[in-house]
């Protein structure tokens, strides 16, 4: 079975950028449809982005669609969330999740997350 370790995430302006990656061992990344997720305090866990095996697809939140970018790079065993003009409202911890079945995800291995904090 696959590990999942995220990292890159911090504090970042409103408007700014950051890149999160989600790094796989034990098992190639590539035999897996990858997401992210995100969990703001008091709320439940919410998808913000998916990428089916071979990177043909990918869906996005609608919150998300337009500033967020997920790809993957199998040779690299990673995934990246690159996250563009962000929101306060993006503060949140983001999960790295791998799944088996596409669109639907079947999210069942997910990471332990990194915080990203959003100032306005």
């Known amino acids: 079975q696959v590990q999942l370790i995220e990292s890159g995430g911090g504090l970042v302006q409103g408007g700014g950028s950051l890149r999160l990656s989600c790094s796989a061992s034990?098992?190639?990344?590539?035999?897996?449809?990858m997401g992210w997720f995100r969990q703001a305090p008091g709320k439940e866990r919410d998808f913000v982005a998916g990428i089916n095996r071979g990177a043909e697809s990918t869906m996005y939140a609608e919150s998300v669609k337009g500033r967020f970018t997920i790809s993957r790079d199998d040779a690299k065993n990673t995934v990246y969330l690159e996250m563009n003009k962000s929101k306060p409202e993006d503060t949140a911890v983001y999960y790295c999740a791998a799944g088996s079945m596409w669109p639907r995800g079947n999210y069942n291995i997910w990471g332990r997350g990194t915080q990203v904090t959003v100032s306005s």
């Open positions: 034990g098992r190639t990344v590539s035999d897996y449809v």
